[in-house]
């Protein structure tokens, strides 16, 4: 789940976060509804990170594709039920599908990393 503070906070739109199934657009009216729409189509969606390899991507690493920045990690920890890290970072829309390859620049250490669900 998105954390305020982490993955939104008041310039990031919950539906960037992936809470469109709180945010009930057709409703007449709500507070915020208007800057919502104010902000137009999606810039940036919230996905999660399956680490691959050693070390953890904590808040605002910064999430690359052939050496272009295309978002930052908002959080991350190991997964013990899993085995292995996870984190989630908000990334330009267009590079957030299933199974994107990207890297992380954890404390200056580029880390492959393959995006699962979120």
Not at 30 to 46: M, S, Y
Request: net charge neutral; with cysteine.
């Amino acid at each position: 789940m998105p954390l305020y503070g982490h993955e939104m906070d008041d310039t990031i739109s919950p539906l960037e976060t992936g809470l469109e199934f709180a945010v009930k657009m057709e409703k007449e009216f709500f507070i915020g509804k208007e800057g919502i729409l104010e902000r137009g189509d999606l810039k940036k969606n919230r996905i999660g990170l399956r680490i691959t390899g050693r070390g953890i991507a904590r808040e605002h690493c910064p999430v690359y594709i052939d050496n272009k920045q295309i978002g930052v990690t908002t959080s991350g920890t190991h997964c013990p039920y899993l085995g292995h890290p996870v984190a989630m970072a908000l990334l330009d829309v267009e590079y957030t599908r299933i199974g994107t390859q990207v890297e992380i620049d954890v404390r200056e250490e580029i880390k492959t990393r393959n995006k699962d669900k979120k």
